[in-house]
C-alpha cells in the first residue's frame, strides 16, 4: 500500500489526512516544548520553567542528582524534578553548581 492514497477509497484517504493532522500536532508539541522550556542558574538556586509557562525555584543545596553519560537526573527530597540531556545548553554549568552538594552514582 503506497504512503499517499492513490485510490478513490474513502477509508484510506480519511485515515491518512487523520494521521497527518496527528503527526502536525505531535510535531508542533514537541517543538513548542523545545522552545518554551527554560532553565535560568543563579549563584545559589536555578529557575525551572515548565512547558506551560510554570516557574518554579529550587535551590542548591535541597537538590541532589544522578549522573549518566547522557543526561544529569535531579532529585528533591526522592523526587525527580529533572532530566537534563547532556545536549541541553545548561547542563554542565547546572552540574557543576550542584556538584558540591551531591552524590555521584555511576553505572558500572
Same mark, same amino acid.
Not at 19 to 45: A, C, K, N, P, Q
Given at each position: 500500500?503506497?504512503?499517499?492514497? /492513490?485510490? +478513490? +477509497?474513502?477509508?484510506? *484517504? ?6 497527518? $493532522?496527528?503527526? /502536525? *500536532? @505531535? +510535531?508542533?508539541?514537541? $517543538?513548542? !516544548? ?5 532553565? =535560568?542558574?543563579?549563584?545559589?538556586? @536555578?529557575? !525551572? =520553567?515548565?512547558?506551560? +509557562?510554570?516557574? &518554579? ?13 547522557? =543526561? &544529569? ?8 524534578? *529533572?532530566?537534563?540531556?547532556? *545536549? ?8 557543576? =553548581? ?11
Amino acid at each position: 500500500m503506497p504512503f499517499l492514497p /492513490t485510490t +478513490g +477509497g474513502v477509508e484510506i *484517504l480519511v485515515m491518512f489526512f487523520v494521521l497527518s $493532522i496527528l503527526m /502536525t *500536532l @505531535f +510535531g508542533i508539541t514537541f $517543538i513548542w !516544548y523545545y522552545i518554551v522550556w527554560e532553565i =535560568r542558574i543563579g549563584d545559589h538556586e @536555578f529557575i !525551572y =520553567r515548565s512547558m506551560f +509557562g510554570k516557574s &518554579i525555584q529550587y535551590e542548591y543545596t535541597e537538590c541532589k542528582c544522578v549522573v549518566t553519560p547522557a =543526561r &544529569i537526573d535531579i532529585y528533591v527530597d526522592k523526587k525527580c524534578i *529533572l532530566k537534563i540531556s547532556a *545536549l541541553s545548553e545548561n547542563w554542565y554549568e547546572l552540574s557543576n =553548581r550542584i556538584e558540591p552538594y551531591m552524590e555521584k552514582y555511576q553505572n558500572e
